[in-house]
């Protein structure tokens, strides 16, 4: 959502099964460090034990830059985020953008899934995987 020129990740409260009757909009996310100077949007959320996972794509400006963010809760409205990225563009198929994270918790690892960009703008579907051992905790 966009306000004041900024963009937020907010939680959407319905009263109804179709999505009409809006009850509340809380920003849960705001635009605060260099890597989301652009931009924030795309959440993708885990529940994963005691904790909510949550992936986000962050847009820097100057550049323009998608990179891969991510911000932990342990009840899905406060959120603490990681100022750094969990996934920078680096390599040959994602060198100039990553984007529109999700991600899946598979026995003994974390399989995260997002959009790659090349330096020929060619986008394509990217996977990173990560141990089920890593320290969500910022």
């Not at 959502?1 to 109804?16: A, H, M, P, V």
Request: glycine share 4%; proline share 4%; charged share 25%.
């Amino acid at each position: 959502q966009k306000k004041d020129g900024k963009s937020y990740i907010c939680l959407n409260e319905y009263t109804d099964r179709a999505f009409k009757k809006l009850v509340s909009n809380k920003i849960i996310l705001k635009q605060t460090n260099k890597y989301e100077s652009y931009s924030i949007y795309a959440p993708f959320v885990l529940r994963n034990k005691n904790k909510y996972i949550m992936l986000y794509s962050g847009w820097s400006l100057n550049p323009t830059k998608g990179r891969v963010m991510s911000a932990v809760s342990k009840n899905g409205f406060v959120w603490k985020k990681n100022n750094k990225p969990i996934i920078e563009p680096s390599i040959e198929y994602d060198i100039k953008h990553c984007s529109e994270p999700s991600i899946i918790d598979i026995k003994n690892k974390f399989i995260l899934i997002y959009e790659g960009c090349n330096s020929t703008n060619n986008w394509r579907i990217m996977k990173k995987e990560l141990p089920k051992s890593y320290d969500w905790n910022y």
